[in-house]
């Protein structure tokens, strides 16, 4: 009996039996096979089965792309065309890992001896056992950094040793030749159980861990890690990673004595990039344009000038996410507005690169600007103007635009200032007193002893003190101002204060009250302060949070 094992991003698993002849995979309502994950097309592959006679298999498989957006690939290589499946193979659509196994094949795999004698066709195919070892080898691969960006792209490390050290030095466990990077930039430090903690040794350039700055912080499978221009990608064990579109860049190697020498030719000329300062080189410069013209004509001339209706060219990706890039390095926390414009309106609705990392920050940043703005803003309409675009964007988190309408409303139920007549009794109630007998210490003789004009000494004494009163009421009265604990211990977060962000948030969210967002804060400040406990109890009280 043939069967697909459909296992999750979370390692949950799913057997489907293969009792039919075809089979539709994707993300739309009415395929046979439905993955829900946002990085699943709607049409995305197809498993046909198709008769194999009489020989020793009776049924084969293929399996091939329907235009998908992010491709399927077998044993690590992206299909191109229709391809024959064995047993043992290991597909990878999205999130999804997926092995095609065959019960018979399972107890014929131990009466299989895979010796080849000297007089076998070299032509010949693979043994089954060997077939089937294929995906199992690829799902037993270590924990390992990946290099997305940097001179040697696509070359893995695993993480297999309890102390490796990452920088420029030939001596350095993974060595990378980069001018950006320092000579002992970081060190990974093994935990056990499948941990690690990358530790910047005092580099140049920092280390960021999801776009982050961090000196010490733990890592776990997904996490994108960057030293200087340098990205890699932690893959967890038994994990099939495939660089998306655009995602891997070479890097020219810049050694030391490269360095030195382009230091000596333009000392004066110099201009920071990434972070550290590079030599404008002219004759460099001329050579990488030359490199770009040869990568984007050889490129154009391995693409399908004509592509099928409906599908999504290379080029139209790389056009997004250049575009996303380039919002992305323009947007500031004062300044998104240009940023969040572009972005919203060059990616297509149903683009992938909407639920980017980038993207996302693109609209928080974006987001906050706006609620910041009408903070400070002094007219009612202005503020209200501000708000109302936050709350009306849906590309904006849940929690910012939940925020925007909260402040609408309280703006719509402005609290109506204390009315003079609160103080005046008190005053009344005094003044008429007897005046001859009062105390100096009391406020009634003074307010009539102090007032220098004499036209105030008749009855109309005790109006002045009510007047006189009232002013600081009214003045008082718009200046308390409610935030919420969200918005204090974002304040916090942003100034790097992941204590007082405990303080505010924990027990909320410890008691399970507290919102995705809210969770996903003290999340962060439990991992910054490394508390194991802390960020793996909010990790499994709030299992939809996603980093």
Not at 175 to 189: K, P
Not at 327 to 347: G, I, M, N, V, W
Not at 348 to 363: G, L, N, T, V
Not at 454 to 477: I, M, R, S, V
Request: aromatic share 4%; glycine share 6%.
């Amino acid at each position: 009996m043939w069967k697909l094992v459909i296992e999750d991003d979370e390692g949950k698993r799913t057997v489907v039996p293969l009792s039919r002849d075809d089979y539709t995979i994707g993300r739309q309502e009415g395929n046979t096979i439905r993955l829900t994950e946002r990085n699943i097309s709607r049409q995305h592959g197809r498993v046909r089965k198709k008769s194999g006679g009489n020989g020793a298999l009776k049924d084969l498989f293929s399996i091939e792309d329907r235009q998908s957006y992010n491709g399927v690939f077998v044993n690590g290589l992206r299909v191109a065309t229709a391809q024959d499946l064995q047993h043992g193979d290991l597909i990878q659509i999205g999130d999804y890992r997926i092995i095609l196994q065959d019960d018979a094949a399972d107890a014929a795999e131990a009466a299989v001896v895979p010796v080849v004698s000297a007089e076998s066709d070299p032509k010949a195919t693979l043994p089954m056992a060997q077939a089937a070892q294929r995906g199992s080898l690829l799902m037993e691969r270590p924990n390992r950094l990946v290099m997305l960006v940097g001179p040697t792209p696509g070359v893995e490390y695993p993480l297999d040793v309890e102390r490796l050290t990452i920088g420029r030095a030939e001596e350095a466990t993974i060595s990378v030749n980069h001018n950006s990077v320092s000579r002992l930039h970081c060190e990974v430090h093994a935990l056990g159980d499948g941990r690690f903690e990358i530790v910047d040794k005092g580099s140049s350039n920092g280390v960021r861990v999801n776009s982050v700055d961090l000196r010490r912080t733990l890592i776990e499978a997904g996490d994108l890690i960057e030293l200087g221009d340098v990205r890699f990608r932690f893959v967890g064990a038994g994990q099939v990673f495939v660089a998306g579109p655009n995602e891997s860049q070479q890097l020219t190697a810049i050694s030391d004595r490269d360095a030195e020498l382009a230091e000596r030719r333009v000392p004066a000329s110099r201009t920071s990039v990434g972070g550290f300062t590079l030599p404008i080189i002219g004759a460099g410069l001329a050579g990488a344009v030359i490199i770009i013209g040869l990568v984007f004509m050889l490129r154009s001339r391995d693409t399908d000038p004509t592509p099928p209706p409906g599908s999504i060219t290379t080029s139209a990706a790389d056009a997004e996410q250049a575009t996303l890039a380039e919002a992305r390095l323009a947007c500031t926390p004062t300044d998104c507005e240009a940023s969040h414009q572009k972005a919203t309106t060059a990616l297509r609705p149903d683009s992938p690169w909407r639920e980017s990392a980038d993207f996302k920050f693109i609209e928080a940043t974006w987001a906050d600007s706006l609620l910041a703005q009408a903070q400070a803003a002094a007219e009612l309409d202005k503020k209200k103007a501000l708000l109302a675009r936050v709350a009306a964007t849906t590309t904006v988190d849940t929690a910012r635009r939940n925020l925007a309408n909260d402040r609408l409303a309280q703006l719509d139920t402005v609290p109506v200032a204390p009315t003079d007549s609160a103080p005046q009794p008190s005053a009344s109630s005094v003044d008429p007193a007897p005046t001859d007998t009062a105390p100096p210490t009391t406020t009634g003789p003074t307010a009539r002893v102090t007032p220098p004009p004499p036209t105030t000494k008749p009855t109309g004494a005790p109006p002045t003190p009510a007047t006189t009163t009232a002013p600081p009421a009214t003045t008082t009265a718009p200046k308390p101002a409610t935030r919420s604990d969200y918005e204090r211990a974002m304040e916090a977060a942003k100034a790097g204060n992941t204590a007082q962000v405990r303080n505010i948030l924990e027990v909320k969210v410890r008691s399970g009250r507290a919102s995705n967002d809210e969770a996903l804060l003290v999340f962060g400040a439990c991992k910054a302060a490394r508390d194991t406990k802390c960020w793996e109890d909010v990790k499994a009280k709030y299992p939809s949070i996603r980093r």
